[in-house]
């Protein structure tokens, strides 16, 4: 195999690598926009205070610090109350080593170190809305998790459970609590 096929492989396995996050990216972009869209139907009851952009250029060495907080902080009208929202898509579920039964990745442990700082700086609450199989813009199964139910990376059924939500409704705010 002379250099030039071996430079073709490398490329190959570098390009693939930088389509599939490239695909990742847009499928977040995507199931934000979707959440998004539950909200703006609401436009009586809620305003997108804050919509984090995710600009970076990771071969330019362009780092933005506000990417690392949630993805949407939305205002509550009738008492200008604000909560954030982190959208997370998955396309399905992932088998623990740790329980028996499927669970959602979130997150690495230093995304929920920064999310519950962002909670707190800010003092307001973060949910973590899940969308799971179907498609970014159309989830079969969603999610609606307080932070501090999603303590770990892993999301386990018996959490999971507690926070289905229907995929296709607006999304409802009472006394601290997102549905």
């Given at each position: 195999?002379?250099?030039?096929?071996?430079?073709?492989?490398?490329?190959d396995i570098w390009m693939s690598g930088e389509e599939e996050e490239d695909k990742n990216?847009?499928?977040?972009?995507?199931?934000?926009?979707?959440?998004?869209?539950?909200?703006?139907?609401?436009?009586?009851?809620?305003?997108?205070?804050?919509?984090?952009?995710?600009?970076?250029?990771?071969?330019?060495?362009?780092?933005?610090?506000?990417?690392?907080?949630?993805?949407?902080v939305i205002r509550y009208k009738p008492t200008n109350e604000k909560f954030a929202i982190?959208?997370?898509?998955?396309?399905?579920?992932?088998?623990?080593?740790?329980?028996?039964?499927?669970?959602?990745?979130?997150?690495?442990?230093?995304?929920?170190?920064?999310?519950?700082?962002?909670?707190?700086?800010?003092?307001?609450?973060?949910?973590?809305?899940?969308?799971?199989?179907?498609?970014?813009?159309?989830?079969?199964?969603?999610?609606?998790?307080?932070?501090?139910?999603?303590?770990?990376?892993?999301?386990?059924?018996?959490?999971?459970?507690?926070?289905?939500?229907?995929?296709?409704?607006?999304?409802?705010?009472?006394?601290?609590?997102?549905?």
């Amino acid at each position: 195999m002379g250099f030039l096929d071996k430079l073709s492989k490398t490329l190959d396995i570098w390009m693939s690598g930088e389509e599939e996050e490239d695909k990742n990216y847009h499928k977040g972009v995507d199931f934000e926009e979707y959440i998004a869209g539950l909200f703006t139907r609401r436009s009586d009851y809620f305003a997108i205070n804050d919509w984090t952009r995710d600009n970076y250029d990771k071969s330019k060495g362009i780092y933005v610090e506000s990417n690392t907080n949630p993805d949407l902080v939305i205002r509550y009208k009738p008492t200008n109350e604000k909560f954030a929202i982190e959208c997370k898509y998955r396309s399905g579920f992932y088998r623990s080593q740790k329980v028996a039964g499927p669970v959602v990745k979130w997150a690495s442990p230093d995304q929920i170190r920064r999310y519950n700082a962002y909670s707190k700086s800010n003092q307001i609450p973060v949910f973590v809305v899940i969308g799971v199989r179907g498609s970014p813009k159309n989830p079969e199964i969603m999610f609606c998790i307080p932070l501090e139910e999603a303590k770990y990376p892993e999301i386990f059924p018996s959490i999971l459970d507690k926070y289905e939500r229907d995929p296709k409704k607006t999304f409802f705010w009472r006394d601290g609590v997102l549905k």
